[in-house]
């Protein structure tokens, strides 16, 4: 059918955005069929060579912080309860709130203006990155709380660890990142 379309909707941090495609075309940036199945080898490979100490690694602009787990074990921890939707049981995680970690490098703990531009990309050692606004881990405005948790339940994380990002608020934990190493302070245009 002429100038019949259908729309696609890419999610964004707060916003949709939506770009009209003529059915029976693809928009460059869809791949055509199924996607390509992941390179497992590749990241055990990655998950094999990486050092057991290597430090979590914070950006905000030029500024950066490393962190060991025994740099973050000094530090002081907050306990968090939550459900996890994978395996539907309650865990008692335990690590620095998230806040403690950007502010020394400048993250505004009272943020206004063209701060709530800001955004992180939290990535785990496999390559897994999410993206959390700026104001979800600042305690006064969001009510969840965002912890570099090492430990559950009163022990070590296991292949999870050394240093996992969890999330309360989280109907799912989707967001949460395993073996993680890297957290990047951006600012969308």
Do not use: C
């Amino acid at each position: 059918m002429r100038g019949l379309h259908r729309m696609v909707v890419v999610a964004g941090i707060g916003m949709g955005i939506v770009l009209p495609i003529a059915v029976g075309q693809q928009h460059p940036s869809m791949p055509m069929g199924p996607p390509p199945e992941p390179d497992t080898s590749r990241v055990q490979q990655e998950m094999e060579t990486r050092p057991a100490d290597h430090p979590l690694r914070v950006m905000l602009g030029k500024k950066i912080a490393e962190w060991s787990p025994e740099k973050l074990a000094s530090l002081p921890h907050t306990a968090i309860t939550v459900l996890n939707g994978h395996t539907s049981t309650t865990e008692t995680y335990t690590g620095v709130p998230l806040i403690a970690l950007l502010e020394p490098l400048g993250f505004p703990a009272q943020p206004h203006g063209k701060n709530f531009r800001m955004y992180l990309v939290a990535e785990g050692a496999d390559g897994y990155s999410v993206v959390f606004a700026m104001a979800e881990v600042i305690p006064s405005i969001h009510d969840a709380t965002v912890v570099v948790a090492d430990s559950m339940n009163g022990k070590p994380l296991g292949s999870n660890g050394p240093l996992q990002l969890v999330a309360t608020g989280e109907k799912h934990p989707a967001r949460w990142v395993r073996n993680l190493t890297s957290i990047r302070v951006e600012m969308a245009h």
